[in-house]
């Protein structure tokens, strides 16, 4: 059973860049798709990109570049960061698996962060 | 960008009634569409995949169906415990994208 756990700051001053991980517990992150997908408070979710293959990435052309994921297979977790962020990127985060079923199966709980000075 | 309506927003419903939610898609999908239920403060977890798959664990009450640009979740039977937000998403294309949410009260 694949367990994901979200880690990072819970605020972010605007402007400055958001950074967190998904620490991967119950399989190897090597050749597989791992996502970000947030949500606004009481809003739908948003695909922000995945990281697959160790360092290949796809993002959603929406975030305009501020988006940077990488993944780091000695710890087993992945990142996200986001740049200039302003207080509409006041989201909770959620790290997912993107399955070979393309569903996403497995979900960490999910992390708020609030940009806000 | 694959846009996704998803309809009704929200619905009451009783417990016992089948109860229908439709996602359109802005193109044609094949069959790569599913669904998730959330529930307050948690993640969403998936129910179907690739439009009409059950996924292990859910109750067969749950059902999917659909093609092409027009796809449906049942509930047979709703249950108090199906209270939740429904939420469609696509993964044909890049950027994946998710329908704005039904959300079942019973």
């Known amino acids: 059973q694949v367990q994901l756990q979200e880690s990072g700051p819970g605020l972010v001053k605007p402007s400055e860049t958001l950074s967190l991980s998904c620490s991967v517990s119950g399989g190897p992150i090597d050749n597989y798709y791992w996502s970000w997908i947030r949500q606004p408070p009481g809003g739908g979710l948003e695909w922000i990109g995945y990281v697959f293959y160790g360092r290949r990435t796809k993002y959603n052309p929406s975030f305009n570049d501020r988006v940077a994921m990488s993944t780091d297979t000695s710890q087993n977790r992945f990142s996200l960061n986001l740049s200039s962020v302003t207080p509409a990127d006041t989201a909770v985060y959620f790290c997912?698996?993107?399955?070979?079923?393309?569903?996403?199966?497995?979900w960490g709980q999910g992390i708020l962060v609030t940009v806000s000075s | 960008d694959i846009q996704m309506t998803q309809f009704p927003s929200s619905l009451s419903a009783s417990v016992g009634d089948r109860v229908t939610i439709t996602c359109r898609t802005s193109?044609?999908?094949?069959?790569?569409l599913n669904w998730y239920q959330q529930k307050p403060g948690k993640a969403p977890q998936l129910l179907i995949y690739?439009?009409?798959n059950l996924f292990r664990g859910v109750p067969s009450t749950f059902s999917g169906s659909g093609s092409a640009t027009e796809f449906t979740l049942t509930i047979s039977s709703l249950q108090p415990e199906d209270s939740a937000t429904f939420y469609c998403?696509?993964?044909?294309?890049?950027?994946?994208?998710f329908g704005q949410g039904t959300t079942v009260e019973v």
């Open positions: 690739g439009t009409s």
């Open positions: 998403q696509q993964s044909y294309s890049i950027p994946h994208t």
């Open positions: 997912a698996h993107f399955s070979a079923a393309n569903s996403y199966i497995y």
């Open positions: 193109q044609a999908i094949s069959s790569s």
